[in-house]
């Protein structure tokens, strides 16, 4: 169970039983819809922006813990930061789930707990899980696309 | 005490014979993550027995030619290899000729043939085709490709909570307007077994053609498409112990001799020239180009063997097994099966409360098990039931009480990891 246990680490585990921001928001600015048409996995992302910073961010949806407890730490991790600031995110959260395993993360970038997310890079086929919320936040603040999936990026 | 039960069991005479086939499978003896492979993905493909690797071997090392064109010895040899494939499957499925058998990629390409051909001289706008809510994806797109195309309609037969079809309502979508019924056999996400003789017999008194996807009965239960009166029947050699990129379109000769071309190309004519071109009579009509021949000389190997073991004993086995697993399934606090035909073939599958298929999937794939977890390519059936995907474990000959054992305990791991 050891390479297991590096997949589904407590913080992950205790994520999906309780994701964080896991709600509706009433005033969202910014949202859109995830899906991965492989395991159909949903997401939904919103965010309320005002002077370029995220006030607040929540999701909803069903999926697998992966899935659910990346999410529910993209909504703390961002939860207050600037649009540079989260887009910066992304690409370094995308660069570190999509790396070989021992990879070292992009400088300059402090992963905290999302470090815990870096058991998938050992199941290839679980990658697309943890990039999910991810890519939807990305077309929500992107505004031109309002629905993603997985299936468009080859690389994630 | 299960484990007691499972030894008493797999002593019994059945229990030795299957385990003596099952040594012709290597890939059985491999490990994954360490552990045995226990490989209960049987509904996505079967392994391959060693007879059926050795003949695709042979063939590649000493028979290789194309067929149907050389007159060398070589070309020969490889054509009556061939030619006796399209024997044996005829032979096997009950078919009244070989020229009834076209070998096709698979299923799905045997599908989309049959719909397309068919939409040319069968479907006018406002016509219905009907299908069921049990359809694989493969038997549902060609035909709403065809509806496009056409201005036909798809009527669709409801399923009862059971998984079975409901047939009251679904008989009452056949009408003046019905044009062909494509149905599967066997769901390939549940299991049922469908009764196919009403359904075929409502087809035809409607003057309908009746289209049957085999692909996951084929590997579990005899066919006899004389008996059924189907008008097409269709299945792939690689659910079937044999190689992909073999399939089977049964067709009766009455429809196959009227049908136009599918594909053109070489091995389908019998003249060309630019004003006019004839075209070859059945099968060789629907066999454009070089097919896949070592993969039908595979196929009918895998045919041998299947006829070797026996349907009876198969059935045995894979009953003793289902029902076993089905008892064993019971006990999880939290599981659901999803559901629970009248007839079942070797195919289970269930969720638990709180925990993704995808992780189950997941934390059995540590443990050396091989499941499949997703949708398993019939949207709207997990639609039906309210679920995303499933966890779908699909059974074998080949497979054993104790492999069950295995599985049940890796889901009790799972069940206190994510710790409900």
Same mark, same amino acid.
């Given at each position: 169970?050891? #390479? ?13 039983? #309780?994701?964080?921001?896991? +709600? ?5 600015? !910014? ?12 997401? +939904? ?7 370029? +910073? ?12 992966? #899935?659910?407890?990346?999410? #529910? ?21 995308? !660069? ?24 998938? +890079? ?12 991810? !890519? ?21 | 005490?299960? =484990? ?20 012709? /499978? ?56 061939? *030619? ?23 299923? %799905? ?49 409801? $399923? ?13 979508? /056949? ?7 494509? &149905? ?17 017999? &409502?087809? @035809? ?6 289209? $049957? ?6 590997? @579990? ?18 659910? &079937? ?28 004519? %019998? ?50 097994? %289902? *029902? ?25 599958? /269930?969720?638990?409360?709180?925990? @993704? ?17 997703? @949708? ?20 074998? /000959?080949?497979? %054993? ?12 791991? =799972? ?6």
């Amino acid at each position: 169970m050891n #390479s297991l246990l590096s997949l589904y680490q407590e913080i992950i585990l205790d994520h999906n039983r #309780s994701p964080r921001n896991f +709600r509706k928001l009433k005033h969202a600015t !910014h949202e859109a819809q995830g899906f991965n048409p492989l395991c159909g996995d949903k997401v +939904r992302v919103y965010v309320e922006v005002a002077d370029h +910073r995220i006030r607040d961010i929540a999701f909803e949806g069903t999926g697998c813990a992966i #899935s659910t407890a990346s999410a #529910s730490l993209m909504t703390e991790f961002l939860m207050g930061k600037t649009l540079e600031e989260a887009q910066q995110f992304f690409e370094s959260v995308r !660069h570190f789930l999509t790396q070989p395993p021992d990879t070292p993360p992009l400088p300059g970038f402090d992963l905290g707990k999302l470090a815990a997310l870096g058991g998938v +890079r050992r199941y290839p086929a679980r990658v697309k899980c943890a990039t999910l919320g991810w !890519h939807t936040l990305q077309a929500a603040l992107s505004q031109d696309a309002q629905s993603v999936t997985t299936e468009k990026d080859p690389h994630a | 005490m299960s =484990t007691s039960i499972t030894s008493e069991r797999n002593r019994s005479p059945l229990a030795d014979r299957m385990l003596s086939w099952r040594d012709d /499978f290597p890939i059985l003896r491999e490990r994954v993550h360490g552990k045995p492979l226990v490989y209960f993905d049987n509904a996505a493909t079967t392994q391959k027995p060693r007879s059926v690797i050795r003949v695709m071997t042979e063939y590649f090392e000493k028979q290789n030619a194309n067929v149907h064109r050389g007159v060398h010895s070589l070309s020969e040899v490889a054509t009556t290899l061939y *030619e006796e494939a399209r024997k044996t499957v005829a032979r096997f499925l009950q078919a009244g000729s070989p020229s009834e058998i076209i070998f096709t990629r698979g299923t %799905t390409e045997s599908i989309n043939l049959i719909a397309q051909v068919l939409g040319q001289v069968v479907i006018r706008p406002g016509d219905e085709i009907i299908l069921s809510e049990l359809e694989h994806h493969s038997n549902i797109v060609p035909w709403q490709l065809l509806c496009e195309k056409t201005g036909a309609h798809l009527r669709v037969i409801p $399923i009862l909570e059971s998984g079975d079809l409901d047939a009251e309502a679904g008989s009452r979508l /056949f009408g003046p307007k019905t044009r062909i019924l494509a &149905l599967a056999h066997v769901s390939n996400a549940l299991g049922t077994v469908n009764d196919l003789a009403p359904w075929i017999r &409502l087809a @035809h008194e409607r003057g309908a053609l009746a289209v $049957i996807d085999g692909a996951q009965a084929i590997p @579990h239960l005899p066919v006899d498409v004389a008996a059924l009166d189907c008008d097409f029947y269709v299945f792939s050699g690689h659910k &079937l112990y044999g190689p992909t990129g073999i399939g089977v379109l049964y067709g009766k000769s009455v429809w196959l001799e009227r049908l136009p071309p599918w594909q053109g190309g070489g091995d389908m004519i %019998t003249s060309v020239t630019f004003q006019k071109t004839q075209y070859a009579a059945s099968p060789q009509r629907f066999e454009a180009g070089t097919p896949p021949i070592a993969q039908a000389i595979g196929l009918a190997e895998a045919i041998r063997y299947l006829e070797a073991v026996g349907y009876a004993d198969i059935q045995s086995q894979e009953n003793r097994i %289902t *029902e076993y697993v089905l008892q064993r399934l019971r006990e999880i606090p939290g599981i659901h099966l999803i559901g629970e035909p009248r007839e079942r073939a070797a195919i289970v599958s /269930f969720v638990l409360d709180g925990i @993704h298929p995808h992780d189950i999937g997941t934390v059995l794939d540590q443990q050396g098990i091989a499941v499949r977890a997703g @949708h398993h390519c019939a949207m709207p059936l997990m639609e039906h039931y309210r679920v995303p995907a499933t966890v779908r474990a699909s059974f074998a /000959f080949y497979n %054993t009480l104790n492999e069950v054992d295995v599985m049940i305990e890796a889901l009790g791991k =799972t069940v206190e990891l994510f710790g409900r």
